[in-house]
């Protein structure tokens, strides 16, 4: 029973955080206009919910975290088939990438990759377990959008006019990507989720020490003291709390300082017990405690490391100062250095966690 409590406090915070930080990517997504057809509660994998807007809004069984499906966010250059091909499909609405080929009169592998971007624009419904062949088709539903012509929305939602003009279909789905949108853009949709954690974090610095208040010991006296500060003071402790959070994770690419912070840090394991104790103390600490995860959660975010969005940010920067794309295959490279790099980072602290749990050195 120990054990399953423990599991529970970390899966709440975990999960709550990081369905928080995803709800800063969708937020600034569809301010920008840029379509987000998933936006769940727990890990990727199947899932139930409601479509509202464009938008499925459910859960799935794995409920650590959360994650929003923005629209364009694929690597490297566009197919330069994506017009024809679209224009194919939503014709047929059901086909077969060897009959979209056909239409289009290109190779059956030019029209894959097309039809499989679609997929990630949100224009296609990419094969399903029970199909046969690589069958594709065309949504069932087309989001309202003030900046799309009217014969598209009204075409899409299966009224009767004519098919819109198979370049005004592209451009209509086009506007709604995120790779359409002007750099400082795309940039506040990668960066809002790490905004989004610290302000949860700051909100609720200003909540225990500005509302709730907390003890302290009179040194001289040894009595005990109620004290709550103005909201100017609570912020400037949690700006100084993210603070020192930044100067630890810097101190991971110091050769003289990495090996006192990683054992400084803790893992999933750490944070599972961490959670629990903060939650038998009370409701303030466990306010506290979840405060100071967000952060963490937030800045190790900002690393300049793909797949984490610092990742994705510096190669943003990287694109708008040489002007060229950064490659699929570059950026898959990329991502499994990096995660190859967190993984080995993960093994380390996890070692040291079972140590301290066997030890009983929290």
Known sequence: MDVLITVLCAVFVLGLLVFIHEGGHYLASRAFGVRVTEFMLGLPGPNVGRVVGGTKFGVTPILLGGYARVCGMEPGEMSPHVQPVLASLYRRGTANMEDVARDCGIADDEAYEALEELVEWGSAVGPLKTDEYNTYRAPQTYPSKKQLGAGVRAWAQGEPRDAPDEHELYLSEYAQQYRARPFWKRSVILLAGVAVNLLFAMLAFVIIFSVIGYDVQNTATGEIVHVTVGPLQALYAGCMYIGAVIQAVIGLFNPSTVA??????????????????????????????????????????????????????VIEVYQKITGKAVSAKAMNCMTLVGMGLFLLLFVVMLNQDIQRFVFGNW
């Open 260 to 313: 006192q912070t990683v054992s400084d840090s803790t893992s999933i394991v750490g944070i599972a017990v961490l959670s629990r104790n903060y939650f038998e103390a009370g409701a303030v600490y466990a306010l506290q405690f979840m405060a100071m995860i967000s952060v963490s959660l937030g800045i190790m975010n900002l690393l300049p490391i793909p797949p984490l969005d610092g990742g994705r940010f």
